[in-house]
Every structure is written in C-alpha cells, then in structure tokens.
C-alpha cells in the first residue's frame, strides 16, 4: 500500500466487561486451536479443513498490518481476567456502498453463554456504524446455530432471505440465513435500549 492511500485505523473500543483489540503474532497459537475444534468450527462455517500454525499466522499478519482495508480484525478480551476469548471482525469493507459482512467467533468454550459475544456485538456495530462510518451490515448464520440466531435477531438484525441447502454438514443440508442491519435501525435499536 502506498503511503498516499488512506488507512483503516483501529480505534480501540470497550465497555465494562469486553474489549476489543488489535491482533498480536503471539495470538496464533490460541487462535489456531479454536479453528480446528470441530465444534467451533461447524458453528461458524470457517475453513473446513485443518488450519496450520503458518495458515493462521498469515491470516493475524495480515490483520495486524492492515493489509488491504477491507477488513476490521479484532481480538475480544474478558476483562474479568485479560483472557482473550473469541475473534470479530468485519470483512468485505464496500467503502462506497458501506456496508460490511460480520463475523464472530468465541473460541473458548468456557466462555460461551455469559454474554460476551453479545457485548463485542455491540462494540463491533457501534464502531461500524459510528467509526466506520458504514450504512449496513449484514452477516450469514446456518440454521441450526440457534444461539447465534437468538443473539442476532434479539440486538435488532432483520431477517432478509435464505440460501436454501447450502451447507453441507455430517451428510446434511442446511439452510445459510441472510440477516441485516442499517444504520437508522442500530440506532433505533440503541435508543430504545437507553430508554
């Protein structure tokens, strides 16, 4: 990239339980294991065949230099110990129509269910939508990862179509949900909650 050619910054962000940072090279050895867990991996549709150390170690590089700015990559930490826990990012950054694809994963099983993915949600939406600057952004969720979808659709994404039987699992079909959210609905969304 050019020195005269704008850069997507990360500012970080956080509340009183989750933040959100940056990806660090010492990242690869906890990430790579969350994307070989079969059961975190099947959640989220992520690469389906084994991920080495030197796959993942391009793929943190790559989010730590900013490579390109089609992407937001960042690392979620429980605050109540400093443990990263999970990764966010928004991805396929269209700066002219701005809107962006999400993407979640809390990789540490011992996390799960506390509201910490819901919280980076949150936290990642906000700096869409307000940082960013962005006007829309939409994700994918395969039918039968029933928390997510309960975590998507009660933080306001509208459900907009589906990808019938596009996801092969364990000698099964399945549906790919398309959900979305604008900016006008995140801050109704946002409003009603401050109420």
Not at 131 to 159: C, D, H, K
């Amino acid at each position: 990239m050019s020195d005269s050619q704008p850069r997507a910054l990360f500012t970080p962000v956080r509340d009183e339980v989750v933040a959100l940072r940056p990806l660090e090279p010492g990242d690869v050895a906890i990430t790579v294991a969350w994307r070989n867990d079969p059961e975190i991996r099947d959640q989220l549709l992520s690469f389906r065949f084994p991920v080495s150390h030197v796959m993942e170690s391009q793929f943190i590089d790559r989010a730590i230099s900013g490579d390109g700015m089609q992407q937001f990559v960042a690392g979620i930490v429980d605050l109540s110990d400093g443990a990263l826990c999970g990764l966010v990012y928004l991805r396929d950054i269209d700066w002219i129509s701005r809107n962006a694809a999400f993407g979640m994963m809390i990789g540490r099983r011992d996390r799960h269910r506390r509201g910490l993915g819901r919280r980076a949600l949150r936290l990642t939406l906000q700096h869409g939508f307000d940082v960013l600057n962005l006007e829309r952004i939409f994700l994918y969720v395969v039918e039968y990862n029933l928390p997510a979808r309960r975590l998507y659709e009660t933080s306001g994404f509208i459900y907009e179509g589906s990808l019938r039987k596009h996801v092969a699992l364990g000698g099964n079909r399945y549906d790919l949900l398309a959900m979305g959210m604008l900016r006008r609905e995140f801050d109704a969304f946002a409003m009603a909650r401050r109420d």
